[in-house]
């Protein structure tokens, strides 16, 4: 059974930061790109960021570019997101997920999803 274990959310002030962790069981970690996606309420998901199987390609929404760093640990079938200069509207459920099609191409129905884990930026 594949299973996806987001941890790390929180509260924290505006202009700290967080790092999410995600760590893979159930597959062969190194054959999976991964991606880190939110969610706001009533919304769908949107990726915030996706690394390639090899960590040698990232993709960054615009809205994170500068603040975000993705990065993942074979050894540890682990990937993180280092959230800097968080603001109140990176506020919601941030979730990691296999990312078949590559760089957040999408789509992504054929891919694994962990649970969610909250993040609150406070003013």
């Known amino acids: 059974e594949v299973q996806l274990q987001a941890s790390g959310g929180g509260v924290v002030q505006a202009g700290g930061s967080l790092r999410l962790s995600c760590t893979a069981s159930?597959?062969?970690?190194?054959?999976?790109?991964f991606g880190w996606f939110r969610q706001a309420a009533g919304k769908a998901h949107e990726p915030v960021s996706c690394?390639?199987?090899?960590?040698?390609?990232?993709y960054y929404q615009e809205s994170v570019k500068g603040r975000f760093i993705m990065s993942s640990d074979n050894a540890k079938n682990t990937v993180y997101l280092q959230m800097n200069s968080l603001k109140p509207e990176d506020t919601t459920v941030y979730y990691c997920?296999?990312?078949?099609?590559?760089?957040?191409?999408?789509?992504?129905?054929?891919?694994?999803w962990g649970q969610g884990t909250l993040v609150t930026v406070s003013s």
């Open positions: 690394i390639s199987a090899s960590a040698d390609k990232t």
């Open positions: 159930g597959l062969k970690f190194s054959d999976y790109h």
């Open positions: 997920a296999t990312d078949t099609a590559g760089l957040c191409s999408g789509p992504y129905y054929d891919d694994y």
